[in-house]
């Protein structure tokens, strides 16, 4: 029992860390928020405390959260998919090797649009440029186009793309020897795969962040979108900034 409460507060703790950096707050305000220190906070995030039931739900609120998002099952998952992505290149993600967070034995192509599907988080979505990059030979970018279809994850497998393609540009300039081969072949095929790619109809929009729970928080996220996100009808807090800071992290160099 008690091995399943510690596992519970580590997986609450995490999160809690991961949404704050993902939204860019600073331990203090967040600490300000829930009314504790700042050391308070950084003791909890190591799983050194926990949060109370009260403060729980101020996060949640504050950031329009679902109850499921703090599950194991899918803290498991989420481990799994952030393992396979780190193997193939995204250097920006900590493996996980926690008991059940196995590496999947799916093909490139199924690994990217999992990315895209059901990440967990904005970390692992951005984690499909510098897998492309380092797996560029393994991917059939028209397989994925047609899985991508048939999934109804069209728009987005599009917008992903040209956010990398886009991401690979500004970085190559950067990016050394060993490298600038890689990068010349990403931006060449994926350059080629979107040229044959009809331009997007208007359509519904697809909300790609699990934590767009509101009309209020759809509406700052696509007033605040990439230019990328609006021509393929993406709802996402996702910016170019982040897909370039996932090459160069695959990279090494930050």
Do not use: C
Not at 121 to 142: F, K, M, T, W, Y
């Amino acid at each position: 029992m008690k091995n399943e409460i510690k596992k519970i507060r580590a997986v609450i703790a995490a999160k809690i860390r991961d949404l704050r950096r993902q939204r860019r707050w600073t331990q203090a305000r967040l600490a300000g928020l829930l009314g504790i220190s700042q050391n308070r906070l950084s003791e909890i995030e190591r799983g050194d405390g926990s949060f109370t039931a009260e403060q729980l739900v101020l996060v949640m609120s504050t950031f329009n959260l679902q109850l499921d998002y703090f599950s194991i099952s899918r803290q498991k998952a989420g481990a799994e998919l952030q393992n396979t992505l780190a193997r193939l290149g995204a250097g920006h993600l900590r493996e996980d090797l926690s008991p059940g967070a196995f590496e999947s034995a799916k093909r490139v192509d199924e690994v990217l649009l999992e990315a895209l599907i059901a990440a967990d988080s904005p970390r692992q979505v951005a984690a499909v440029a510098p897998v492309l990059v380092a797996q560029i030979e393994r991917v059939n970018l028209g397989r994925l186009r047609l899985k991508a279809a048939e999934a109804g994850y069209e728009a987005r497998l599009g917008w992903a793309l040209e956010s990398v393609l886009g991401a690979i540009r500004a970085e190559l300039p950067l990016v050394s020897q060993a490298w600038r081969l890689k990068y010349r072949r990403a931006e060449l095929l994926i350059g080629a795969a979107l040229a044959a790619w009809p331009a997007p109809k208007p359509g519904a929009e697809d909300i790609l962040d699990r934590e767009i729970l509101s009309e209020e928080g759809a509406a700052e996220a696509r007033a605040a979108r990439s230019a990328a996100a609006r021509k393929w009808g993406l709802v996402t807090r996702i910016t170019a900034e982040d897909f370039k800071e996932a090459l160069r992290d695959g990279r090494g160099d930050n």
